[in-house]
């Protein structure tokens, strides 16, 4: 009997085909570019992340700056006269005993002077005296300090003069905080015909110039005092703030020696604020 036989029984076993692996090098390529990819990708994000914080701060401090300004406008704008003779209707001085230096960048050989200073002014409203003041509050004498405000009242009857003793004695405690890190508080004030007031010492206006040596020499006025009738037809005030990462490390800084030394180079962490107010109430008499 004749038997049937696969045709496929007695041919070799084809061999199993098996996949080519990496080689060491080809592995070693992959992982460096995979983490030059990751690198750039945390190089990013950081640089994201450190443009938003930027801008947060940018906008944090703009917003504050702005806030007082505009405050500073609106108060000063209502500035009255007395009309008593020993009535104190505006005062500002320098009270930095040294000014702050700063070099600018991209200009080694050029500084920028900051200085901290204290105003106070006089209001009226209906039978009601306000006096108004603010000072930068610089305990450490290291060129910054806090932005506060000083508020009082009194009745329309009573000596107004009596107002600017108790800003001159208030202290910190009981004044309200504006802001922190300023490096600058600076008053200007100027006549009706928009001339910078200095120089002078009348009855009822007092412009001096420096009177301590070495306190300003930068031609800044260190003392404005306004009596009676008088007061400023306008005035100009100009605030410095640092940003808020720049105040964190000054702060950490033991002395006030190293301190001041680290703001001197902080220019460019500095935003300028500047307003100019006319006042309504001027009396054009104060002026001969």
């Not at 110039?209 to 800044?220: A, F, H, K, M």
Request: charged letters at 20%; proline letters at 6%.
């Amino acid at each position: 009997m004749r038997t049937f036989t696969p045709h496929w029984i007695g041919l070799r076993t084809p061999p199993s085909r098996t996949g080519r692996a990496f080689s060491l090098l080809e592995v070693l390529v992959v992982v460096a570019l995979l983490s030059f990819i990751i690198l750039g990708l945390m190089m990013m994000f950081g640089q994201v992340q450190r443009a938003y914080k930027l801008g947060t701060t940018q906008v944090d401090i703009l917003e504050s700056g702005r806030m007082i300004a505009d405050q500073l406008n609106r108060e000063l704008a209502q500035a009255s006269p007395s009309h008593r003779s020993n009535g104190v209707n505006f005062y500002a001085r320098i009270t930095s005993a040294q000014p702050l230096l700063q070099t600018l960048p991209g200009a080694p050989s050029t500084e920028r002077t900051n200085l901290l200073g204290a105003l106070f002014f006089l209001t009226r409203e209906n039978q009601r005296w306000t006096g108004i003041g603010y000072l930068v509050a610089d305990t450490n004498q290291a060129g910054m300090g806090a932005l506060y405000r000083y508020e009082t009242n009194a009745p329309f009857a009573s000596d107004p003069a009596l107002l600017f003793d108790e800003f001159t004695r208030a202290g910190l405690p009981q004044m309200s905080k504006m802001v922190d890190g300023v490096v600058e508080f600076k008053v200007r004030a100027f006549d009706p015909n928009g001339v910078w007031l200095t120089g002078l010492n009348r009855t009822n206006i007092i412009a001096e110039w420096p009177v301590t040596p070495g306190l300003l020499g930068v031609g800044e006025m260190e003392y404005y005092l306004f009596r009676s009738n008088a007061i400023p037809a306008s005035v100009e005030v100009e605030l410095g703030v640092l940003e808020d990462a720049a105040i964190a490390r000054a702060r950490a800084f033991p002395t006030a020696i190293a301190r001041r030394k680290f703001l001197q180079d902080q220019a460019a962490s500095v935003h300028v604020f500047r307003t100019r107010t006319s006042l309504r109430n001027v009396d054009p008499v104060a002026y001969p």
